[in-house]
């Protein structure tokens, strides 16, 4: 099956900076790849997502790029603000499942 | 639209007891999921359902039965609860597989499950 690997696994930056997470994919048959931000106790929610027939895509402050030939994926958060800090994480779709990374923990330090 | 409603958000169980974990969406949505979420790994899929009456496999099946009579239900059973299933338990659904639709994978705002 499908192997979604997530880095890394904390992330602290001052605020105002930008913030990168990276993920990777096994099986070169995955077609959607969702980003979730999790707060502390409460459910995941998307924040973004891409096709596997785009290269890039913004949305305020986050973008995701992707790149189906090294089959990574990564999360780009620009100007970081305090309510940036949550665990965000990653997913592929492949067939009819997804399967999502470990989660990366970001802190922004005011 | 109530999304996805979930209950218990709490429960303690002993070892040995069954349990069911309620899970109801009210958006017409096709396919619906359960996921358990422990420290360090993330997401994992146990059961999933394409549609009424179709059910399948995740990740982590064992020790978990589902059902779907309805497009809007889809319980979680515990047969036979061990202390490896304590865990927060969330429910997603999403309008079909193939089109995630504009507001993507919706979750359940999760049970969080003691096994003693």
């Known amino acids: 099956g499908e192997n979604v690997e997530q880095h890394p696994s904390t992330l602290s930056v001052q605020e105002g900076d930008s913030a990168v997470i990276k993920c990777t994919y096994s099986d070169s048959a995955s077609n959607y790849f969702p980003w979730y931000k999790q707060e502390l106790g409460k459910r995941p929610q998307l924040i973004i997502d891409i096709r596997s027939n785009v290269g890039e895509k913004k949305d305020q402050r986050i973008a995701v790029t992707l790149n189906k030939t090294a089959k990574h994926f990564s999360l780009h958060i620009t100007e970081t603000q305090p309510e940036d800090s949550a665990v965000y994480f990653c997913a592929a779709l492949t067939g009819n499942q997804f399967y999502f990374g470990t989660g990366t923990s970001l802190t922004v330090i005011p | 639209n109530a999304g996805v409603t979930q209950t218990p958000k709490f429960q303690v169980l002993k070892t040995g007891q069954s349990m069911t974990l309620q899970c109801a969406q009210d958006?017409?949505?096709?396919?619906m999921s359960w996921y358990r979420q422990d420290p360090g790994m993330g997401l994992r899929l146990i059961h999933y359902?394409?549609?009424?009456?179709?059910?399948d496999q995740g990740e982590v099946p064992n020790g978990y039965n589902v059902s779907r009579s309805t497009t809007e239900d889809f319980p979680l059973r515990l047969l036979s609860a061990a202390p490896s299933q304590t865990s927060v338990y969330f429910c997603a659904s999403q309008k079909t597989r193939q089109n995630p639709g504009v507001e993507g994978y919706t979750f359940g705002s999760g049970t969080r499950l003691t096994v003693v």
């Open positions: 958006m017409n949505h096709e396919y």
């Open positions: 359902s394409v549609g009424a009456g179709i059910t």
